[in-house]
């Protein structure tokens, strides 16, 4: 009975963590799709110096473990920078960072299979290439990439737990820091597996069902 | 006389992909309210001229001309000129994420800044003149064929261009929804649009038509009216390229 009460003492503690975690999974998808839809827009019909400058930044954030680039931001480029910022602002930064090179490849496969006849089309009713882009192409890619992009979700979710690294209040590192405190690991550690299981669970249903909501007729998206 | 206007001037155009030179120097005049048909052989640059004329393909020499502007050399400008310059497809490219009525309104909204409200009242009018008005809110997924063209025709009016390129607008529709089209153009044409159509419709081309240019190896070798193109001996290329079909339409 031992470990239920110390669980029941220190879930409110616990719960606390699925706020930095959450917000490690928001910042890193909100700023992949921020930076994430440019930079595909910039490689599919950017000119040579922006592809290659692109195809730069995806190579270094693709390549390098996670863990790696969180040492790097947070004991290299901020304090370089003479910036003083919290872990969590760096877990947020690194895992969004991160989060735009991969996405960005989701959204450029999607951007690329839109027909060229859409393009066409667009430019012969007299749109600008940019508002083609916006008006035609873009609402169509994003249509195709969602279920591709839900995937990252889960991905970045699991990844955000080696914020634990750099102290980040995060679900990981608050299990920690109770199972040193009382000793009691299996059980605390498979209460925060369980929290990680429900968080993916439904936030895959929420953006399930953000697919099924614009769902049109003809796209792919969420078919069964 | 207002009905002799040159609306549309295609200057001596050139233009090759890699070593082929698909358009060897075609050049016509288009009056306001006429319809010219394209026909000929495949790949002799029908369609390429088409979208020479427009720029969607970029002439390598030679210009155009939309009632005494030129179009080539027109830098930005091209924009504007091609909402006076409306295109048909052979494959339609509707936008496949908006509805019928989504597909005629969004150039109305986005490139001439009609408000909302307005391009919507215009956009089902153009429905209602190809017969649509009841397929506004379907998506082209959701469409025959010649729904769809008929679509993309409405798209095209809506701009209130001077002049519609039709290329080859029914070559991807079966027999009867290529009825529907061509009833639809037909109605067009006789209302006045100035159409330049390419086509291998011989029925709809000498019926409709008023000019037919003949078209082979990148140049226009016959033109004439469909009456001169039927009587006059000078047409023999033509004559023989029609008698094809006649050959395969059985005996």
Redesign the interface.
């Known amino acids: 009975m031992g470990f239920l009460t110390i669980i029941i003492e220190w879930f409110p503690y616990l719960i606390q963590g699925i706020f930095a975690t959450l917000g490690l999974v928001a910042s890193a998808l909100f700023l992949g799709v921020v930076l994430g839809l440019p930079m595909a827009v910039g490689q599919v019909y950017g000119k040579r110096l922006v592809r290659f400058l692109i195809a730069i930044y995806v190579w270094f954030f693709r390549g390098l473990p996670i863990l790696v680039l969180l040492f790097l931001f947070y004991f290299g480029i901020f304090p370089g920078l003479g910036m003083d910022v919290s872990a969590f602002f760096v877990g947020a930064t690194v895992l969004g960072l991160r989060g735009a090179a991969y996405q960005s490849q989701i959204f450029r496969g999607a951007i690329q299979s839109v027909s060229e006849?859409?393009m066409?089309?667009?430019?012969?009713?007299?749109?600008?290439k940019l508002?083609s882009i916006r008006?035609?192409i873009l609402?169509?890619a994003v249509?195709v990439a969602l279920p591709g992009w839900s995937n990252e979700y889960p991905n970045i979710l699991t990844d955000s737990s080696i914020c634990y690294a750099i102290g980040v209040m995060e679900l990981m590192t608050r299990t920690s820091q109770i199972v040193s405190q009382t000793y009691v690991t299996m059980p605390i550690y498979l209460v925060c597996a369980g929290i990680f299981i429900l968080l993916n669970y439904g936030g895959m249903r929420a953006l399930h069902m953000i697919e099924m909501k614009i769902k049109?007729?003809?796209?792919g998206t969420g078919a069964a | 006389m207002e009905n002799t206007d040159t609306i549309l001037r295609v200057e001596n155009i050139h233009k090759s992909f890699g070593d082929l030179e698909v358009l060897k120097g075609v050049s016509f005049d288009v009056k306001k309210g006429e319809t010219i048909c394209f026909i000929g052989p495949s790949g002799t640059g029908k369609s390429t001229l088409l979208r020479c004329i427009n720029l969607l393909t970029q002439p390598d020499q030679g210009s155009v001309w939309l009632g005494g502007e030129e179009v080539t050399n027109s830098g930005k400008q091209i924009n504007h000129f091609r909402q006076r310059i409306g295109m048909v497809f052979q494959n339609f490219f509707l936008f496949d994420h908006l509805t019928a009525v989504r597909n005629v309104e969004i150039a109305l909204i986005k490139v001439k800044g009609m408000k909302p409200k307005e391009a919507r009242e215009k956009a089902l009018e153009e429905l209602r003149q190809v017969g649509m008005e009841d397929w506004a809110e379907h998506y082209p997924a959701e469409l025959s064929g010649g729904q769809a063209q008929r679509v993309s025709i409405a798209r095209a009016l809506a701009m209130d261009p001077d002049v519609i390129l039709f290329d080859e607008p029914t070559s991807a529709l079966d027999p009867e929804l290529t009825r529907e089209v061509l009833e639809v153009m037909k109605k067009l044409a006789l209302a006045g649009m100035t159409m330049i159509v390419v086509t291998h419709e011989m029925g709809f081309a000498c019926s409709v038509a008023n000019r037919i240019m003949f078209m082979e190896y990148g140049e226009i070798i016959e033109q004439g009216s469909p009456q001169e193109l039927m009587s006059d001996a000078k047409f023999e290329r033509c004559k023989n390229f029609i008698g094809q079909f006649d050959g395969v339409n059985g005996d």
Do not use: E
Request: hydrophobic share 40%; proline share 10%; glycine share 14%.
């Open positions: 006849g859409q066409i089309a667009a430019r012969s009713v007299g749109m600008t508002q008006n035609v609402p169509q249509r049109i007729p003809g796209f």
